[in-house]
């Protein structure tokens, strides 16, 4: 997966089935904080931006939605605070 850094589908206890969408590029966050899994914020900022062609990832939730039929949670995340992309409203759009 290039073009949304998507991490996969894992298997939830509570959810389910899983599938982690990271909609950035690079360790993205409006912090910094010390204990943070991603390690240290690469790009620090409070614009929100498209980071990844929103086309693009549309496109490959569609095609994961094709190849695995059935109930999934959607979860975004990865590295950093994912509502700083754009895309975040309209991959949510899409899939409700
Ligand atoms: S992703 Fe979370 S823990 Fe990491 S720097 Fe941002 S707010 Fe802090």
Redesign the pocket.
């Known amino acids: 997966m290039h073009s949304t850094n998507r991490f996969g589908q894992l298997s939830s206890r509570r959810l389910g089935r899983s599938l982690g969408i990271d909609p950035l590029l690079f ?1 993205t ?5 010390v ?4 390690g240290a ?1 690469t790009v620090k900022t409070v614009q929100r931006n498209a980071f990844s062609p929103l086309d693009a990832v549309l496109d490959e939730l569609f095609r994961y939605l094709c190849s695995s039929p059935g109930r999934v949670f959607i979860t975004f995340s990865g ?3 994912p509502t700083l992309s754009l895309s975040f409203g309209e991959v949510l759009k899409f899939y409700l």
């Open positions: 360790t966050c409006n912090y910094d904080c204990y943070c899994e991603c914020t590295f950093g605070e």
